[in-house]
T-cell receptor, first 113, second 110 residues
């Protein structure tokens, strides 16, 4: 069975600083990997996805993520965070031929001035 | 915007009462999902549908049933609500292996 671990429950970053959110997955074959963002009181918005090919993927709002098969990781990064990036971030894993996703428990990001 | 609406957006109900949540989509997506979101658990799949009248259980399906009599609507029913079903419920659709979510329904069972 596939699973996702987001080891950081809560991260605090200063505005303008760089950000890295961790995601580790467990799955035997090549996974489909996703990052979603959820602002308070809102639904989830897809930030970026990895299906195949280039292991560094670019997403919306200046985010990027890198797929590292050897580390079973798909970490999310942003070079300089903005106060509007404060939200909860979810990593998810799926696979070819299966339309179900498994989500991590989320990382809450707080931005301090 | 994947054209997903959920109703109601907020509901308070009493233990033991039946509750039905509705998910409506406007773009003829085949796959639809119901998740619940709880602190410390992320999103957990309750049920999903892969077509009209075709549904299957997710990881937390006990106490829930679903129905899909037409492509655009996916209903989630709590036959007899319990306090443990207090949660935020999200509907989602899938398009090319990407899932898109509705705005959510906050359900409180007292």
């Amino acid at each position: 069975a596939q699973s996702v671990t987001q080891p950081d429950i809560h991260i605090t970053v200063s505005e303008g600083a760089s950000l890295e959110l961790r995601c580790n997955y467990s799955y035997g074959a090549t996974p489909y990997l996703f990052w979603y963002v959820q602002s308070p009181g809102q639904g989830l918005q897809l930030l970026l996805k990895y299906f195949s090919g280039d292991t560094l993927v670019q997403g919306i709002k200046g985010f990027e993520a890198e797929f590292k098969r050897s580390q079973s990781s798909f970490n999310l990064r942003k070079p300089s965070v903005h106060w509007s990036d404060a939200a909860e971030y979810f990593c998810a894993v799926g696979r070819l031929g299966n339309e179900k996703l498994t989500f991590g428990t989320g990382t809450r990001l707080t931005i301090i001035p | 915007d994947a054209g997903i609406t959920q109703s109601p957006r907020h509901k308070v109900t009493e233990t033991g009462t039946p509750v039905t949540l509705r998910c409506h989509q406007t773009e003829n997506h085949r796959y639809m999902y119901w998740y619940r979101q709880d602190p410390g658990h992320g999103l957990r799949l309750i049920h999903y549908s892969y077509g009209v009248k075709d549904t299957d259980k997710g990881e937390v399906s006990d106490g829930y049933s679903v129905s899909r009599s037409k492509t655009e609507d996916f209903l989630l029913t709590l036959e007899s609500a319990t306090s443990s079903q207090t949660s935020v419920y999200f509907c989602a659709i899938s398009e090319a292996n990407e899932q898109y979510f509705g705005p959510g329904t906050r359900l409180t069972v007292t």
